[in-house]
């Protein structure tokens, strides 16, 4: 199964591929995606990735407040689309 956790507080210059590589020393990642502005293509500064159901609690629980790029990042369960 598959669980998909929130990233939030982003360096502005955080590609998919260094979200995706900071999760994965943690475990399984499905997929990492950068949320962008529509009219200018740049980050709004948060994310989301999808991970293994069996890793998701250890990885939240290891980076939630973590340093990244001088930014300490917010890191949880997402909420479902209302």
Do not use: C, Q
Not at 27 to 42: L, W
Not at 55 to 60: K, P, S
Request: glycine residues 8%; without cysteine; hydrophobic residues 45%.
């Amino acid at each position: 199964m598959v669980r998909t956790l929130y990233v939030g507080n982003l360096p502005w210059a955080t590609k998919e591929e260094d979200l995706a590589n900071l999760f994965a020393t943690h475990g399984e990642v499905i997929s990492a995606r950068i949320i962008t502005d529509r009219a200018t293509g740049r980050s709004r500064g948060f994310g989301f990735v999808e991970v293994a159901d069996a890793d998701a609690d250890r990885m939240v629980e290891a980076l939630n407040g973590i340093e990244f790029g001088n930014r300490a990042l917010t890191v949880n369960e997402a909420k479902p689309r209302a």
